[in-house]
């Protein structure tokens, strides 16, 4: 490995699941973890790394529902007590819910993929976790 691959290697998991969930590579910060809107690249352009062994399988969905659910509370709630009709507040509350569910799972996925990477899960080899630990040392 050289000193500038060395250098675009997360420090940290939260560093790695980041960059996944902005859509680039977890390993090297590239662009281009997708190749279309859920289904991952095989590989990474820049650095090589394998992106098919990924079991992300439904786990992005659950986090997805589980972030809309807890910023759409108090929208819900303030919907409710307005003056709007019923049919109003259900058009909002299912508008804004569609938007943050759909907006939210590529990132999830993303996020989800790079922990698998970082923990050495499915057969990612090396782990993310050994590489940094290689080049940063081992964290105190």
């Not at 590239?30 to 859920?38: H, I, T």
Request: hydrophobic share 45%.
């Amino acid at each position: 490995m050289t000193l500038s691959e060395a250098s675009r290697l997360p420090a940290t998991l939260m560093q790695a699941m980041l960059r996944g969930a902005r859509f680039r590579c977890p390993r090297c910060d590239s662009k281009g973890l997708f190749a279309r809107y859920l289904k991952p690249a095989s590989s990474c352009s820049h650095c090589g790394q394998d992106w098919t062994l990924h079991q992300a399988d439904d786990f992005p969905p659950y986090v997805s529902m589980f972030i809309t659910g807890h910023l759409m509370a108090p929208v819900i709630i303030e919907i409710g007590s307005s003056q709007l009709s019923m049919a109003a507040q259900l058009a909002i509350a299912f508008g804004l819910g569609s938007v943050l569910m759909i907006g939210l799972l590529q990132p999830a996925k993303g996020a989800i993929i790079a922990l698998q990477w970082w923990m050495g899960m499915h057969g990612f080899k090396p782990a993310g976790k050994d590489e940094a630990e290689a080049v940063f040392g081992p964290k105190a």
